[in-house]
Structure formats: structure tokens, C-alpha cells
């Protein structure tokens, strides 16, 4: 079974610095799809980031990209000029394709405080 | 409304009661999702409807029930459950198929005494 695993319990940044959230996973499958979650306080669980398997090129969503390392199965985050409003949980989610149905597998989140 | 939405934002049952939880979704998506998420633990996939119709059914016990009418409401029906069913119950929704992505609701915060 697939298994997604978060290392790092807390993490704390100083605003305006940068912070890198640690993700690895265990799958025997080729093809699948890599996600970063956040979770304010609020409890939405909001889409940061996603990257394809079979894409090389890490994903960038403004101050948010990857380091996505396939040999290595690890999928980390790096929050750029990290704002007060970064402050939240954040999920790693592991999805694959089964019977037609995708199925997230997610982490234990890094709970991320930004210190101003 | 857009995006996903879910009702009650907050429940507070006993363990004879029978309640329900709602969740419309305003995306055009056809596959819907019930997760379960309780402190220190991850999120667990219970329910997983395409189309209407049940795909995924996570071991969940048959104290909760899911119902899913059309691709666009999810309900889960709730009777007679324990104190350890308490958590934050999201909803989910998806276009089914390889390339799309699961957006959530804002969850109901369940408790039950």
C-alpha cells in the first residue's frame, strides 16, 4: 500500500524568509500525481501545488515550488518570502488511479508558524 | 456559491441521535468524496461516489451511511454513533479521471457525547 510520510511535525519560519516542508512516499507504481495541501485555521483544505510523475520539470506556483526527486521518492516544499498568511497545516497527498476512482493518500502535516 | 460547500459547519450529537451531513458542490464535477479527519491522524478516505454510484467504501462501519442522489449533493447519514467518530468530516469533489484534482469543502466539526 501506498504511504505518504511527513517527518517534520512543526516547522517555524521568520516572515520574508524562506522554509522547506519535507515529504516522502512509498509506491511501486510509475504514473501518479503528487500534492501539497494547506489547511488554515478556517480548515479549508486548499490545493497549493501538484506535480505529475512523469514530468521532470518540478512545479512553481508563485512563492511555492517543489524539489521533486523520483529515484529518491521525496516531494518537498519551498515557501519563498514566507507571509503571515502562510501560517497553516500543511498535507502531502499521494494520488493514484485505481478502477477509476483517485484515491489521495495523505500525510500527517507540518503544522508551519511564521513569526513576524 | 461556488467551490464546495458543507453543512452544518459544526454538530454536536449523542450516540442514539440521527443526523445528517451535507455537501453541494458548484464545480461541474462527477465524482464526490467523504474524508475523515480526527486529531494527531491523517486524513482517511471513506466514501468515494463517480457518476452516482459508490466505488469506494474504506471499511467504514455501516453507522455511517452515505447517500449521493446526484453529481452534485453527497449526504452522510449519521446513527448511532460512538464518541471516537468524533473529528472533522470533509467533503471533496472531482472532475474523475487521470488529470483532475480534488477540492474540498470547509468540513463539519462533529462531535459526539
Known amino acids: 500500500a501506498q504511504t505518504v510520510t511527513q517527518s517534520q511535525p512543526e516547522m517555524s519560519v521568520q516572515e520574508a524568509e524562506t522554509v522547506t516542508l519535507s515529504c516522502t512516499y512509498d509506491t511501486s507504481e510509475s504514473d501518479y500525481y503528487l500534492f501539497w495541501y494547506k489547511q488554515p485555521p478556517s480548515r479549508q483544505m486548499i490545493l497549493v501545488i501538484r506535480?505529475?510523475?512523469?514530468?521532470?520539470q518540478n512545479a512553481t506556483e508563485n512563492r511555492f515550488s517543489v524539489n521533486f526527486q523520483k529515484a529518491a521518492k521525496s516531494f518537498s516544499l519551498k515557501i519563498s518570502d514566507s507571509q503571515l498568511g502562510d501560517a497553516a497545516m500543511y498535507f502531502c497527498a499521494y494520488r493514484r488511479l485505481q478502477g477509476g476512482s483517485e484515491k489521495l493518500v495523505f500525510g500527517k502535516g507540518t503544522k508551519l508558524t511564521v513569526n513576524p | 456559491e461556488t467551490g464546495v460547500t458543507q453543512t452544518p459547519r459544526h454538530l454536536v450529537m449523542g450516540m442514539t441521535n440521527k443526523k445528517s451531513l451535507k455537501c453541494e458542490q458548484h464545480?461541474?464535477?462527477?465524482?464526490m468524496y467523504w474524508y475523515k479527519q480526527s486529531a494527531k491522524k491523517p486524513l482517511e478516505l471513506m466514501f468515494v461516489?463517480?457518476?452516482?454510484?459508490?466505488?469506494e467504501n474504506n471499511s467504514v462501519p455501516s453507522r455511517f451511511s452515505p447517500e449521493c442522489p446526484n453529481s452534485s449533493h453527497l449526504f452522510l447519514h449519521l446513527h448511532t454513533l460512538q464518541p471516537e467518530d468524533s473529528a472533522l468530516y470533509l467533503c471533496?469533489?472531482?472532475?474523475?479521471?487521470?488529470?483532475?484534482?480534488?477540492?474540498f469543502g470547509p468540513g463539519t466539526r462533529l462531535t459526539v457525547l
Open positions: 506535480q505529475e510523475a512523469y514530468k521532470q
Open positions: 471533496a469533489s472531482s472532475r474523475a479521471g487521470r488529470e483532475d484534482t480534488q477540492y
Open positions: 461516489y463517480n457518476f452516482k454510484e459508490q466505488t
Open positions: 464545480l461541474g464535477h462527477n465524482a
